[in-house]
Protein backbone atom coordinates (compact mmCIF):
# COMPACT_ATOMS: atom_id res chain seq x y z
CA UNK A 1 0.00 0.00 0.00
CA UNK A 2 1.40 3.43 -0.84
CA UNK A 3 2.51 5.39 2.20
CA UNK A 4 0.99 8.68 1.03
CA UNK A 5 -2.62 6.66 0.79
CA UNK A 6 -2.28 5.65 4.37
CA UNK A 7 -1.17 8.41 5.61
CA UNK A 8 -4.24 10.14 4.14
CA UNK A 9 -6.78 7.28 5.24
CA UNK A 10 -4.79 8.12 9.43
CA UNK A 11 -5.76 11.88 9.06
CA UNK A 12 -9.28 10.48 8.44
CA UNK A 13 -9.17 8.07 11.98
CA UNK A 14 -6.78 10.41 14.02
CA UNK A 15 -9.29 13.34 12.73
CA UNK A 16 -12.50 15.10 13.82
CA UNK A 17 -14.48 12.69 11.90
CA UNK A 18 -17.39 10.60 13.20
CA UNK A 19 -17.43 7.39 14.19
CA UNK A 20 -18.91 5.63 12.06
CA UNK A 21 -16.80 7.65 9.17
CA UNK A 22 -13.71 6.06 10.92
CA UNK A 23 -14.95 2.84 11.75
CA UNK A 24 -15.22 2.38 7.47
CA UNK A 25 -11.64 3.61 7.26
CA UNK A 26 -10.01 1.14 9.73
CA UNK A 27 -12.15 -1.56 8.17
CA UNK A 28 -11.10 -0.77 4.83
CA UNK A 29 -7.51 -0.70 5.79
CA UNK A 30 -7.79 -4.17 7.51
CA UNK A 31 -8.98 -6.03 5.25
CA UNK A 32 -9.49 -3.85 1.70
CA UNK A 33 -6.62 -2.20 -0.03
CA UNK A 34 -8.16 -2.04 -2.83
CA UNK A 35 -11.15 -0.09 -2.12
CA UNK A 36 -8.83 1.91 0.42
CA UNK A 37 -6.48 3.16 -2.61
CA UNK A 38 -9.37 3.84 -4.60
CA UNK A 39 -11.36 6.44 -2.31
CA UNK A 40 -8.03 7.54 -0.93
CA UNK A 41 -5.49 8.48 -3.90
CA UNK A 42 -6.28 11.84 -4.53
CA UNK A 43 -9.23 14.27 -3.55
CA UNK A 44 -12.67 14.30 -5.67
CA UNK A 45 -12.03 16.80 -8.05
CA UNK A 46 -14.25 20.08 -7.42
CA UNK A 47 -15.01 20.63 -11.22
CA UNK A 48 -16.20 23.33 -12.97
CA UNK A 49 -19.45 21.91 -12.73
CA UNK A 50 -19.41 20.75 -9.00
CA UNK A 51 -18.62 17.76 -7.95
CA UNK A 52 -19.85 14.17 -8.84
CA UNK A 53 -18.81 10.89 -7.95
CA UNK A 54 -19.64 7.25 -5.64
CA UNK A 55 -20.81 7.71 -2.37
CA UNK A 56 -18.32 6.53 0.45
CA UNK A 57 -15.82 7.67 2.84
CA UNK A 58 -12.95 8.84 1.68
CA UNK A 59 -11.34 12.08 -0.29
CA UNK A 60 -12.01 10.32 -3.34
CA UNK A 61 -15.87 10.40 -2.48
CA UNK A 62 -18.87 12.34 -2.12
CA UNK A 63 -19.98 12.22 2.02
CA UNK A 64 -20.36 15.15 4.06
CA UNK A 65 -16.87 16.25 5.00
CA UNK A 66 -16.31 16.43 0.93
CA UNK A 67 -19.60 18.70 0.40
CA UNK A 68 -18.49 20.73 3.65
CA UNK A 69 -15.12 21.62 1.94
CA UNK A 70 -16.79 22.33 -1.13
CA UNK A 71 -19.54 24.15 0.22
CA UNK A 72 -16.50 26.29 3.20
CA UNK A 73 -14.53 26.88 -0.84
CA UNK A 74 -17.47 28.34 -2.71
CA UNK A 75 -18.16 30.61 0.15
CA UNK A 76 -15.06 31.34 0.65
CA UNK A 77 -15.31 33.02 -3.14
CA UNK A 78 -18.63 34.21 -2.94
CA UNK A 79 -17.70 36.78 0.25
CA UNK A 80 -14.69 37.78 -2.36
CA UNK A 81 -16.87 38.31 -5.27
CA UNK A 82 -19.34 40.19 -3.49
CA UNK A 83 -17.51 41.80 -0.32
CA UNK A 84 -20.10 44.36 1.65
CA UNK A 85 -23.10 42.69 0.05
CA UNK A 86 -25.69 40.66 1.62
CA UNK A 87 -25.28 37.20 -0.15
CA UNK A 88 -27.74 34.73 -1.02
CA UNK A 89 -28.20 31.27 -2.36
CA UNK A 90 -30.77 28.63 -3.30
CA UNK A 91 -30.27 25.03 -2.28
CA UNK A 92 -32.08 22.19 -3.60
CA UNK A 93 -31.67 18.21 -4.05
CA UNK A 94 -33.05 15.38 -6.12
CA UNK A 95 -34.52 11.70 -5.10
CA UNK A 96 -30.73 9.91 -4.86
CA UNK A 97 -29.78 8.56 -1.47
CA UNK A 98 -28.25 10.99 1.17
CA UNK A 99 -29.31 13.98 -1.34
CA UNK A 100 -31.14 15.57 1.58
CA UNK A 101 -28.75 15.21 4.01
CA UNK A 102 -26.20 16.67 1.62
CA UNK A 103 -28.28 19.12 0.80
CA UNK A 104 -28.90 20.26 4.60
CA UNK A 105 -25.01 20.52 5.06
CA UNK A 106 -24.35 22.76 2.57
CA UNK A 107 -27.54 24.76 3.74
CA UNK A 108 -25.93 24.90 7.37
CA UNK A 109 -22.29 25.63 5.96
CA UNK A 110 -23.31 28.67 3.95
CA UNK A 111 -25.61 29.74 6.85
CA UNK A 112 -22.06 29.64 9.22
CA UNK A 113 -20.62 31.38 6.95
CA UNK A 114 -22.95 34.29 6.81
CA UNK A 115 -24.85 33.56 4.30
CA UNK A 116 -28.64 33.99 3.12
CA UNK A 117 -30.18 30.31 2.72
CA UNK A 118 -33.25 29.49 0.67
CA UNK A 119 -33.60 25.71 0.69
CA UNK A 120 -36.56 23.59 -0.27
CA UNK A 121 -38.79 21.77 1.74
CA UNK A 122 -38.11 18.29 0.04
CA UNK A 123 -36.87 17.07 -4.15
CA UNK A 124 -37.82 19.45 -6.58
CA UNK A 125 -36.39 19.62 -10.49
CA UNK A 126 -32.77 21.08 -10.71
CA UNK A 127 -34.18 23.83 -13.18
CA UNK A 128 -36.47 24.87 -10.86
CA UNK A 129 -33.74 25.40 -8.73
CA UNK A 130 -31.90 27.76 -11.46
CA UNK A 131 -35.46 29.56 -11.98
CA UNK A 132 -35.49 30.08 -8.17
CA UNK A 133 -32.27 31.68 -8.32
CA UNK A 134 -33.13 34.13 -10.52
CA UNK A 135 -36.91 35.00 -9.03
CA UNK A 136 -35.32 35.22 -5.28
CA UNK A 137 -32.05 37.52 -6.85
CA UNK A 138 -29.67 34.80 -5.11
CA UNK A 139 -25.68 35.55 -6.07
CA UNK A 140 -25.25 32.10 -6.24
CA UNK A 141 -26.98 27.79 -5.59
CA UNK A 142 -26.35 24.66 -5.72
CA UNK A 143 -28.12 21.34 -6.05
CA UNK A 144 -27.14 18.17 -5.22
CA UNK A 145 -27.90 15.58 -7.67
CA UNK A 146 -25.73 13.45 -9.59
CA UNK A 147 -28.68 13.70 -12.37
CA UNK A 148 -28.30 10.06 -14.50
CA UNK A 149 -25.41 8.25 -12.62
CA UNK A 150 -26.49 5.20 -11.47
CA UNK A 151 -27.93 5.08 -7.46
CA UNK A 152 -24.20 4.65 -5.99
CA UNK A 153 -23.22 8.25 -7.45
CA UNK A 154 -24.10 11.79 -6.40
CA UNK A 155 -22.76 15.34 -6.81
CA UNK A 156 -23.09 18.66 -6.65
CA UNK A 157 -24.13 21.43 -8.93
CA UNK A 158 -22.91 24.92 -8.60
CA UNK A 159 -24.27 27.75 -9.94
CA UNK A 160 -23.90 31.41 -10.38
CA UNK A 161 -26.41 34.55 -10.52
CA UNK A 162 -27.97 34.17 -13.78
CA UNK A 163 -29.33 30.79 -13.19
CA UNK A 164 -26.22 29.06 -15.17
CA UNK A 165 -24.17 26.54 -13.60
CA UNK A 166 -20.25 28.34 -13.09
CA UNK A 167 -18.37 29.40 -16.00
CA UNK A 168 -14.80 31.63 -16.26
CA UNK A 169 -13.89 33.19 -14.45
CA UNK A 170 -15.71 31.82 -11.56
CA UNK A 171 -15.65 27.95 -12.05
CA UNK A 172 -11.71 28.20 -12.18
CA UNK A 173 -11.71 30.85 -9.32
CA UNK A 174 -14.52 28.79 -6.69
CA UNK A 175 -11.60 25.47 -7.49
CA UNK A 176 -9.03 27.59 -6.44
CA UNK A 177 -10.87 28.27 -3.50
CA UNK A 178 -11.82 24.65 -2.51
CA UNK A 179 -8.34 23.37 -3.12
CA UNK A 180 -7.17 25.91 -0.87
CA UNK A 181 -8.70 24.30 1.81
CA UNK A 182 -6.65 21.55 3.47
CA UNK A 183 -8.64 20.23 6.13
CA UNK A 184 -12.32 19.59 7.80
CA UNK A 185 -11.76 21.50 10.52
CA UNK A 186 -11.61 24.66 8.27
CA UNK A 187 -15.14 24.30 7.50
CA UNK A 188 -17.68 26.50 9.30
CA UNK A 189 -20.20 24.31 10.14
CA UNK A 190 -22.85 25.28 12.16
CA UNK A 191 -23.81 28.78 14.20
CA UNK A 192 -25.86 30.21 11.41
CA UNK A 193 -29.38 28.46 11.39
CA UNK A 194 -31.10 31.36 11.69
CA UNK A 195 -29.92 32.05 8.10
CA UNK A 196 -32.13 28.95 6.49
CA UNK A 197 -35.41 30.08 5.20
CA UNK A 198 -37.48 26.91 3.81
CA UNK A 199 -38.83 27.76 0.64
CA UNK A 200 -41.80 24.91 -1.42
CA UNK A 201 -45.18 26.23 -2.56
CA UNK A 202 -45.12 29.88 -3.79
CA UNK A 203 -41.77 29.05 -5.88
CA UNK A 204 -43.28 25.63 -7.16
CA UNK A 205 -46.41 28.48 -8.37
CA UNK A 206 -43.88 31.35 -9.77
CA UNK A 207 -42.12 28.27 -11.64
CA UNK A 208 -45.20 26.90 -13.15
CA UNK A 209 -46.89 30.39 -14.26
CA UNK A 210 -43.32 31.67 -16.18
CA UNK A 211 -43.71 27.36 -17.56
CA UNK A 212 -47.09 28.03 -18.84
CA UNK A 213 -46.49 31.90 -20.40
CA UNK A 214 -44.80 30.01 -23.16
CA UNK A 215 -47.64 27.72 -24.35
CA UNK A 216 -47.72 29.31 -28.22
CA UNK A 217 -51.14 26.85 -29.04
CA UNK A 218 -53.42 26.89 -25.52
CA UNK A 219 -56.58 26.57 -28.30
CA UNK A 220 -54.99 23.55 -29.85
CA UNK A 221 -54.76 21.60 -26.11
CA UNK A 222 -57.91 22.81 -25.27
CA UNK A 223 -59.06 20.79 -28.98
CA UNK A 224 -56.62 18.15 -28.01
CA UNK A 225 -57.13 18.22 -24.14
CA UNK A 226 -57.71 14.07 -24.39
CA UNK A 227 -54.53 13.61 -25.95
CA UNK A 228 -53.50 10.27 -24.18
CA UNK A 229 -49.96 10.82 -22.52
CA UNK A 230 -47.95 8.47 -20.21
CA UNK A 231 -45.14 9.95 -18.22
CA UNK A 232 -42.46 7.81 -15.84
CA UNK A 233 -40.52 10.03 -13.71
CA UNK A 234 -38.19 7.41 -12.93
CA UNK A 235 -38.43 7.38 -9.30
CA UNK A 236 -36.93 11.15 -9.23
CA UNK A 237 -37.91 14.73 -8.81
CA UNK A 238 -40.21 14.88 -11.94
CA UNK A 239 -43.03 13.68 -10.25
CA UNK A 240 -43.63 16.89 -8.16
CA UNK A 241 -44.08 19.14 -10.60
CA UNK A 242 -44.23 17.85 -14.27
CA UNK A 243 -48.27 15.96 -13.87
CA UNK A 244 -48.78 19.69 -12.52
CA UNK A 245 -47.38 21.67 -15.35
CA UNK A 246 -49.22 19.26 -18.14
CA UNK A 247 -52.58 19.59 -16.06
CA UNK A 248 -52.00 23.29 -16.34
CA UNK A 249 -51.04 23.53 -19.48
CA UNK A 250 -54.97 21.89 -20.18
CA UNK A 251 -54.10 17.90 -20.82
CA UNK A 252 -56.40 16.00 -19.06
CA UNK A 253 -55.91 12.33 -19.86
CA UNK A 254 -52.05 11.61 -18.30
CA UNK A 255 -51.57 8.69 -17.14
CA UNK A 256 -47.82 8.10 -14.70
CA UNK A 257 -46.03 5.06 -14.53
CA UNK A 258 -47.17 3.36 -11.16
CA UNK A 259 -43.97 1.13 -10.77
CA UNK A 260 -41.90 4.26 -11.27
CA UNK A 261 -43.95 6.73 -9.51
CA UNK A 262 -42.51 6.88 -6.36
CA UNK A 263 -39.04 8.75 -5.68
CA UNK A 264 -36.69 6.46 -4.82
CA UNK A 265 -32.95 6.51 -4.64
CA UNK A 266 -32.34 3.11 -5.28
CA UNK A 267 -33.73 3.00 -8.62
CA UNK A 268 -35.21 -0.63 -7.64
CA UNK A 269 -36.78 -0.49 -11.63
CA UNK A 270 -33.97 0.06 -13.67
CA UNK A 271 -30.12 -0.14 -13.97
CA UNK A 272 -29.70 3.62 -15.38
CA UNK A 273 -32.15 6.07 -14.05
CA UNK A 274 -31.63 7.72 -17.63
CA UNK A 275 -34.31 8.23 -20.18
CA UNK A 276 -31.81 7.76 -23.18
CA UNK A 277 -31.58 4.26 -22.04
CA UNK A 278 -34.20 2.12 -23.54
CA UNK A 279 -33.97 -0.36 -20.62
CA UNK A 280 -35.39 3.15 -18.51
CA UNK A 281 -38.51 3.66 -20.77
CA UNK A 282 -39.36 -0.14 -21.07
CA UNK A 283 -42.17 -0.13 -18.61
CA UNK A 284 -43.08 2.91 -19.67
CA UNK A 285 -43.37 1.82 -23.30
CA UNK A 286 -44.85 -1.49 -21.98
CA UNK A 287 -47.98 1.13 -20.27
CA UNK A 288 -48.14 3.34 -23.84
CA UNK A 289 -48.87 0.05 -25.89
CA UNK A 290 -51.22 -1.00 -23.76
CA UNK A 291 -53.33 2.34 -23.61
CA UNK A 292 -52.64 3.05 -27.10
CA UNK A 293 -51.03 6.28 -25.85
CA UNK A 294 -50.33 9.01 -28.15
CA UNK A 295 -46.86 9.82 -26.25
CA UNK A 296 -44.36 8.30 -23.87
CA UNK A 297 -42.19 10.90 -21.71
CA UNK A 298 -39.49 9.52 -19.01
CA UNK A 299 -37.29 12.11 -17.01
CA UNK A 300 -34.29 11.51 -15.49
CA UNK A 301 -33.81 11.92 -11.48
CA UNK A 302 -33.38 15.76 -11.47
CA UNK A 303 -35.84 16.18 -13.80
CA UNK A 304 -33.65 18.18 -16.35
CA UNK A 305 -33.47 15.18 -19.48
CA UNK A 306 -36.65 14.11 -21.15
CA UNK A 307 -36.56 11.12 -23.35
CA UNK A 308 -39.75 10.39 -25.42
CA UNK A 309 -41.52 7.57 -27.68
CA UNK A 310 -44.21 8.19 -30.40
CA UNK A 311 -45.47 5.66 -32.75
CA UNK A 312 -44.00 5.26 -36.38
CA UNK A 313 -46.55 5.11 -39.74
CA UNK A 314 -46.48 1.43 -38.98
CA UNK A 315 -48.01 1.36 -35.29
CA UNK A 316 -44.64 0.42 -33.89
CA UNK A 317 -43.40 2.59 -30.83
CA UNK A 318 -39.97 4.06 -31.23
CA UNK A 319 -38.06 5.53 -28.78
CA UNK A 320 -36.58 8.99 -30.07
CA UNK A 321 -33.03 10.08 -29.37
CA UNK A 322 -32.13 13.47 -28.22
CA UNK A 323 -31.06 14.96 -31.48
CA UNK A 324 -34.70 13.87 -33.04
CA UNK A 325 -36.20 15.86 -30.20
CA UNK A 326 -34.30 18.73 -30.79
CA UNK A 327 -34.77 18.54 -33.77
CA UNK A 328 -39.09 18.55 -33.53
CA UNK A 329 -38.77 20.83 -30.66
CA UNK A 330 -36.75 23.76 -32.33
CA UNK A 331 -38.64 23.60 -35.93
CA UNK A 332 -42.20 23.68 -33.82
CA UNK A 333 -40.89 27.00 -32.05
CA UNK A 334 -39.23 28.59 -35.22
CA UNK A 335 -42.46 27.34 -36.74
CA UNK A 336 -44.92 27.72 -34.37
CA UNK A 337 -43.53 31.87 -33.64
CA UNK A 338 -43.81 32.36 -37.07
CA UNK A 339 -47.05 31.40 -37.99
CA UNK A 340 -48.82 33.18 -34.46
CA UNK A 341 -47.16 36.13 -35.93
CA UNK A 342 -44.98 36.64 -32.97
CA UNK A 343 -41.76 35.58 -34.50
CA UNK A 344 -38.78 38.41 -34.09
CA UNK A 345 -36.39 39.79 -36.18
CA UNK A 346 -33.77 38.97 -33.67
CA UNK A 347 -34.74 36.07 -32.91
CA UNK A 348 -31.75 33.48 -32.25
CA UNK A 349 -31.39 29.58 -31.26
CA UNK A 350 -28.84 27.79 -29.50
CA UNK A 351 -26.97 24.12 -29.77
CA UNK A 352 -23.89 22.51 -29.14
CA UNK A 353 -21.19 21.11 -30.88
CA UNK A 354 -21.73 17.78 -30.65
CA UNK A 355 -25.52 18.23 -31.66
CA UNK A 356 -27.13 17.33 -35.11
CA UNK A 357 -26.27 19.90 -37.78
CA UNK A 358 -29.56 19.47 -38.90
CA UNK A 359 -30.85 22.38 -36.82
CA UNK A 360 -28.33 24.50 -38.40
CA UNK A 361 -29.85 23.54 -41.39
CA UNK A 362 -33.58 24.80 -40.27
CA UNK A 363 -32.90 27.79 -38.59
CA UNK A 364 -30.61 28.39 -41.64
CA UNK A 365 -33.58 27.99 -44.30
CA UNK A 366 -35.96 30.21 -41.98
CA UNK A 367 -33.62 33.17 -41.48
CA UNK A 368 -33.04 32.49 -37.90
CA UNK A 369 -29.69 32.98 -36.30
CA UNK A 370 -28.22 29.23 -34.84
CA UNK A 371 -25.09 29.84 -32.66
CA UNK A 372 -22.86 26.54 -31.55
CA UNK A 373 -21.20 26.24 -27.71
CA UNK A 374 -19.54 24.14 -26.33
CA UNK A 375 -21.29 21.17 -24.70
CA UNK A 376 -23.01 21.70 -21.47
CA UNK A 377 -26.17 24.06 -20.86
CA UNK A 378 -23.97 26.62 -18.90
CA UNK A 379 -22.92 27.86 -22.33
CA UNK A 380 -25.89 28.58 -23.73
CA UNK A 381 -26.87 30.73 -20.60
CA UNK A 382 -23.71 32.38 -20.74
CA UNK A 383 -24.15 32.94 -24.59
CA UNK A 384 -28.00 34.19 -23.44
CA UNK A 385 -26.40 36.18 -21.13
CA UNK A 386 -23.95 38.01 -23.43
CA UNK A 387 -26.64 38.71 -26.45
CA UNK A 388 -29.15 40.12 -23.81
CA UNK A 389 -30.67 43.18 -25.43
CA UNK A 390 -29.39 42.38 -28.65
CA UNK A 391 -30.62 39.27 -29.57
CA UNK A 392 -34.01 37.47 -28.73
CA UNK A 393 -33.68 33.73 -27.40
CA UNK A 394 -35.91 30.84 -28.11
CA UNK A 395 -34.49 28.01 -27.81
CA UNK A 396 -31.48 25.76 -26.75
CA UNK A 397 -31.06 22.19 -26.69
CA UNK A 398 -28.29 19.39 -26.77
CA UNK A 399 -27.97 15.83 -28.29
CA UNK A 400 -28.02 14.31 -24.41
CA UNK A 401 -31.87 15.48 -23.84
CA UNK A 402 -31.70 18.76 -22.90
CA UNK A 403 -33.65 21.01 -23.90
CA UNK A 404 -34.02 25.01 -22.59
CA UNK A 405 -37.45 26.94 -23.96
CA UNK A 406 -37.47 30.42 -22.84
CA UNK A 407 -34.97 32.50 -20.77
CA UNK A 408 -37.14 31.86 -17.87
CA UNK A 409 -34.40 29.65 -16.32
CA UNK A 410 -30.71 29.40 -17.25
CA UNK A 411 -30.75 25.57 -17.46
CA UNK A 412 -32.01 22.36 -18.94
CA UNK A 413 -35.70 21.78 -18.10
CA UNK A 414 -37.56 18.86 -18.33
CA UNK A 415 -40.33 19.70 -16.99
CA UNK A 416 -41.25 22.45 -19.43
CA UNK A 417 -39.80 20.19 -22.14
CA UNK A 418 -42.20 17.85 -21.20
CA UNK A 419 -45.15 20.16 -21.79
CA UNK A 420 -44.20 21.60 -25.06
CA UNK A 421 -43.20 18.23 -26.44
CA UNK A 422 -46.81 17.20 -25.26
CA UNK A 423 -48.03 20.24 -27.21
CA UNK A 424 -46.19 19.92 -29.92
CA UNK A 425 -47.74 16.18 -30.66
CA UNK A 426 -51.72 17.74 -29.42
CA UNK A 427 -50.62 19.95 -32.49
CA UNK A 428 -49.91 17.35 -35.17
CA UNK A 429 -53.04 15.51 -33.84
CA UNK A 430 -55.04 18.36 -34.65
CA UNK A 431 -54.09 18.21 -38.24
CA UNK A 432 -54.84 14.51 -38.31
CA UNK A 433 -50.93 13.61 -38.19
CA UNK A 434 -48.07 12.60 -36.01
CA UNK A 435 -45.22 13.65 -34.29
CA UNK A 436 -43.40 10.97 -36.43
CA UNK A 437 -44.97 12.33 -39.87
CA UNK A 438 -43.61 15.43 -39.14
CA UNK A 439 -40.11 14.33 -38.25
CA UNK A 440 -40.15 12.42 -41.75
CA UNK A 441 -41.47 15.73 -43.25
CA UNK A 442 -38.51 17.79 -41.63
CA UNK A 443 -35.96 14.64 -43.14
CA UNK A 444 -37.57 15.65 -46.77
CA UNK A 445 -37.29 19.63 -46.11
CA UNK A 446 -34.17 19.88 -44.68
CA UNK A 447 -31.86 16.69 -45.45
CA UNK A 448 -32.12 13.31 -43.17
CA UNK A 449 -29.35 13.68 -40.55
CA UNK A 450 -28.53 10.35 -38.35
CA UNK A 451 -26.66 10.66 -35.28
CA UNK A 452 -25.39 7.90 -32.95
CA UNK A 453 -23.43 8.04 -29.87
CA UNK A 454 -20.67 5.55 -27.70
CA UNK A 455 -19.71 5.92 -24.42
CA UNK A 456 -16.79 3.85 -23.18
CA UNK A 457 -15.81 3.91 -19.81
CA UNK A 458 -12.27 3.09 -18.28
CA UNK A 459 -12.53 2.41 -14.69
CA UNK A 460 -10.39 2.78 -11.77
CA UNK A 461 -7.49 4.75 -10.98
CA UNK A 462 -5.43 4.11 -14.77
CA UNK A 463 -9.17 4.90 -16.40
CA UNK A 464 -8.57 8.94 -16.77
CA UNK A 465 -4.72 8.33 -18.23
CA UNK A 466 -6.18 5.68 -20.95
CA UNK A 467 -8.71 8.41 -22.42
CA UNK A 468 -6.16 10.81 -22.21
CA UNK A 469 -3.41 8.56 -24.46
CA UNK A 470 -6.70 7.82 -26.49
CA UNK A 471 -7.25 11.09 -27.33
CA UNK A 472 -3.58 12.43 -27.50
CA UNK A 473 -3.00 9.42 -30.28
CA UNK A 474 -5.84 11.14 -32.20
CA UNK A 475 -4.72 14.78 -31.63
CA UNK A 476 -1.03 13.96 -32.63
CA UNK A 477 -1.99 11.02 -35.50
CA UNK A 478 -5.57 11.89 -36.83
CA UNK A 479 -6.26 9.16 -39.31
CA UNK A 480 -6.21 9.95 -43.01
CA UNK A 481 -9.41 7.92 -44.19
CA UNK A 482 -12.09 7.16 -42.34
CA UNK A 483 -14.34 4.55 -43.51
CA UNK A 484 -12.72 5.19 -47.14
CA UNK A 485 -13.45 8.91 -47.02
CA UNK A 486 -10.75 11.63 -47.09
CA UNK A 487 -10.24 13.22 -43.10
CA UNK A 488 -10.81 16.70 -44.76
CA UNK A 489 -10.87 18.56 -41.49
CA UNK A 490 -9.35 18.26 -37.69
CA UNK A 491 -10.85 20.18 -35.30
CA UNK A 492 -9.34 20.95 -32.21
CA UNK A 493 -11.32 22.76 -29.12
CA UNK A 494 -8.73 21.97 -26.36
CA UNK A 495 -5.78 23.91 -29.16
CA UNK A 496 -8.82 26.74 -30.27
CA UNK A 497 -7.23 25.37 -33.97
CA UNK A 498 -9.64 24.06 -36.76
CA UNK A 499 -6.80 22.11 -39.61
CA UNK A 500 -7.63 21.28 -43.03
CA UNK A 501 -5.63 18.30 -43.03
CA UNK A 502 -5.47 18.21 -47.49
CA UNK A 503 -4.20 21.85 -47.79
CA UNK A 504 -2.87 22.90 -44.46
CA UNK A 505 -4.84 25.36 -44.17
CA UNK A 506 -5.20 26.81 -40.09
CA UNK A 507 -8.17 29.03 -38.62
CA UNK A 508 -8.52 29.91 -35.16
CA UNK A 509 -11.68 28.69 -32.79
CA UNK A 510 -13.04 31.07 -30.66
CA UNK A 511 -14.91 29.34 -28.49
CA UNK A 512 -13.54 28.52 -24.91
CA UNK A 513 -10.79 25.19 -24.34
CA UNK A 514 -12.13 22.35 -24.21
CA UNK A 515 -11.01 18.75 -24.59
CA UNK A 516 -12.29 18.05 -27.80
CA UNK A 517 -11.60 16.52 -31.35
CA UNK A 518 -14.18 16.48 -34.22
CA UNK A 519 -13.06 15.08 -37.47
CA UNK A 520 -15.40 16.22 -40.69
CA UNK A 521 -14.75 13.67 -43.86
CA UNK A 522 -15.01 13.98 -47.51
CA UNK A 523 -19.01 12.93 -47.33
CA UNK A 524 -19.97 14.75 -45.14
CA UNK A 525 -20.06 12.85 -41.82
CA UNK A 526 -18.87 13.97 -38.50
CA UNK A 527 -17.15 12.03 -35.51
CA UNK A 528 -16.76 13.93 -32.47
CA UNK A 529 -14.37 12.62 -29.78
CA UNK A 530 -15.15 14.04 -25.85
CA UNK A 531 -13.90 12.93 -22.86
CA UNK A 532 -16.07 13.98 -19.42
CA UNK A 533 -15.17 16.24 -17.36
CA UNK A 534 -16.45 14.50 -14.03
CA UNK A 535 -15.91 10.16 -14.67
CA UNK A 536 -13.39 8.49 -16.63
CA UNK A 537 -15.57 8.09 -19.86
CA UNK A 538 -15.12 9.33 -23.48
CA UNK A 539 -18.05 9.81 -25.53
CA UNK A 540 -17.53 9.54 -29.57
CA UNK A 541 -20.50 11.06 -31.24
CA UNK A 542 -21.41 10.20 -34.96
CA UNK A 543 -23.53 12.28 -37.51
CA UNK A 544 -23.98 11.65 -41.27
CA UNK A 545 -26.59 13.09 -44.01
CA UNK A 546 -28.08 12.42 -46.67
CA UNK A 547 -30.60 13.64 -48.69
CA UNK A 548 -34.09 12.00 -48.31
CA UNK A 549 -36.17 12.48 -52.12
CA UNK A 550 -39.83 11.21 -50.49
CA UNK A 551 -40.97 9.69 -47.47
CA UNK A 552 -41.39 6.13 -48.75
CA UNK A 553 -37.49 6.98 -49.81
CA UNK A 554 -37.31 6.81 -45.50
CA UNK A 555 -36.32 2.89 -44.47
CA UNK A 556 -33.93 2.33 -47.70
CA UNK A 557 -31.93 6.17 -46.59
CA UNK A 558 -32.01 5.11 -43.34
CA UNK A 559 -30.47 1.24 -44.09
CA UNK A 560 -27.41 3.57 -45.98
CA UNK A 561 -27.08 6.04 -43.70
CA UNK A 562 -26.92 3.24 -40.37
CA UNK A 563 -24.12 1.00 -42.80
CA UNK A 564 -22.61 4.61 -42.91
CA UNK A 565 -22.13 4.79 -39.00
CA UNK A 566 -21.43 1.05 -38.20
CA UNK A 567 -18.27 1.13 -40.99
CA UNK A 568 -16.90 4.59 -39.44
CA UNK A 569 -16.85 3.01 -35.83
CA UNK A 570 -15.65 -0.72 -37.25
CA UNK A 571 -12.92 1.62 -38.53
CA UNK A 572 -12.00 3.07 -35.38
CA UNK A 573 -12.43 -0.09 -33.67
CA UNK A 574 -14.46 1.46 -30.59
Not at 221 to 249: C, N, W
Not at 305 to 327: C, D, P, S, Y
Not at 450 to 467: A, F, P, R, V, Y
Not at 480 to 506: A, C, F, M, P, R
Amino acid sequence: MEAAILEKANIWINGKFDEETKAAVKQMIDSDPTTLADAFYKNLEFGTGGLRGIMGVGTNRINQYTVGIATQGYSNYLKKAYPDQAIKVAIAHDSRNNSRKFAEITANVFAANGIKVYLFEALRPTPELSFAIRHLGCQGGVVCTASHNPKEYNGYKAYWNDGGQLVPPHDKNVITEVDKITSTDEVLWTGGEANIEIIGKEMDEAYINAIKKLSIYPEVIARQSDLKIVYTPIHGTGITMVPEVLSRFGFKNVHIVEEQSTPDGNFPTVVYPNPEEAEAMSIGLKKAKELDADILLGTDPDADRVGIAIKNNKGEWVLMNGNQTAVLAFNYMIEARKVKGIAQPNDMVVKTIVTTEMIDEIAKQNNIACYNVLTGFKWIAELIKEKEGKENYVIGGEESYGLMIGDQLRDKDAVSAVAFLCEMAAYEKDKGRSLYDKLIDLYVQYGFFLEHLISITKKGMNGQKEIAEMMEGYRTNPPKTINGSDVVELLDYQLQQGKNLQTGQEWPITLPKSNVLQFILADGSKISARPSGTEPKIKFYFSVNERLPDATAFEQIYKELKARIDGIITDLKL
